[in-house]
């Protein structure tokens, strides 16, 4: 090609000029083919945006869905709440370990809803219904602390499909009730200590769609950022482009 465009002819050629070619040829593989770490979807003729992204879930300014257990427990000393949980992170980043002032605001945002005594409950005793919302703010952020799950005699969580459905239409009726208007960022809820037996592929799908449902009736956030951890990503092979297709494809908005 160089030699037909008069750029490198054939008296000048050498077996070295094989170096920088392959370099280059490698250079350009790798910026260009890059593993994706996120993913924009925005559905025309709407006014708002879902991303997938594979991170942190408390990277940048977005307010977070907190996804938790029906009778709201915070306490990790006891080992009942795992210090790498999402609620054991929002503890230790952004109250100082403090579950005393969480539980003070969660108390303040549940005053009123209703709740069953549960005398043998390993933790706290007030259990909520599934899809219960309690916010929790600090640092400028609010936390929206979603009862998803429930604890048995061992403290063990678990979910169902249908629970956590609940819990998304709970959860977004709360947002547009009370919330700001801002970005959100969620988990993928019900994938990991809600022992779901759902793909993380899947459950992304189901969340985007779900938002998407729940936005049909009234915008509450202008953008939905579904957030995977990188371990999980990787453990479980995720692969974004085809979560884009489905959005592209299949998401009903």
């Known amino acids: 090609m160089l030699d037909f465009f008069g750029i490198y002819t054939k ?24 593993p994706v770490t996120r993913i924009s979807f925005k559905p025309g003729g709407r006014d708002y945006r879902i991303d997938v992204r594979i991170g942190d879930l408390f990277e940048g300014q977005d307010d977070v869905v907190v996804s938790t257990n029906t009778t709201f427990d915070t306490d990790m000393a006891s080992g009942l709440i795992a210090t790498d949980s999402l609620q054991g992170q929002v503890a230790t980043r952004f109250f100082q370990a403090n579950t005393k002032e969480i539980d003070r605001q969660l108390d303040e945002d549940l005053d009123g809803v209703a709740f069953v005594d549960r005398p043998a409950a390993k933790g706290k005793r007030r259990e909520y219904p599934i899809g219960t919302v309690a916010r929790v ?9 979603v009862a998803m799950s429930r604890l048995n005699e061992q403290g063990t969580a678990s979910s169902t499909k249908r629970e956590v459905e609940d819990a998304l239409d709970g959860l977004w009726a709360a ?19 809600g022992r779901l037996p759902v793909s993380r592929k899947k459950m992304a799908e189901q969340i985007a769609q779900s938002f ?7 915008i509450f956030s202008d953008k939905l950022s579904i957030v995977i951890r990188p371990e999980d990503a990787e453990k479980h092979g995720v692969n974004l482009y085809q ?8 998401l009903h908005a």
Do not use: C, W
């Open 212 to 218: 998407a449902d729940a936005s049909a009736e009234k």
């Open 137 to 145: 703010s600090s640092h400028g952020r609010t936390f929206f602390f």
């Open 243 to 250: 979560i884009r297709d489905y959005l592209v494809q299949s």
């Open 175 to 193: 947002v547009a009730e009370r919330g700001n208007h801002r970005p959100l960022a969620i988990p993928l809820m019900g994938t990991g200590r």
């Open 11 to 34: 008296d000048q050629y050498s077996r070295l000029v094989l170096i920088p070619i392959f370099v280059f040829a490698v250079v350009y593989v790798v910026l260009t083919r890059r």
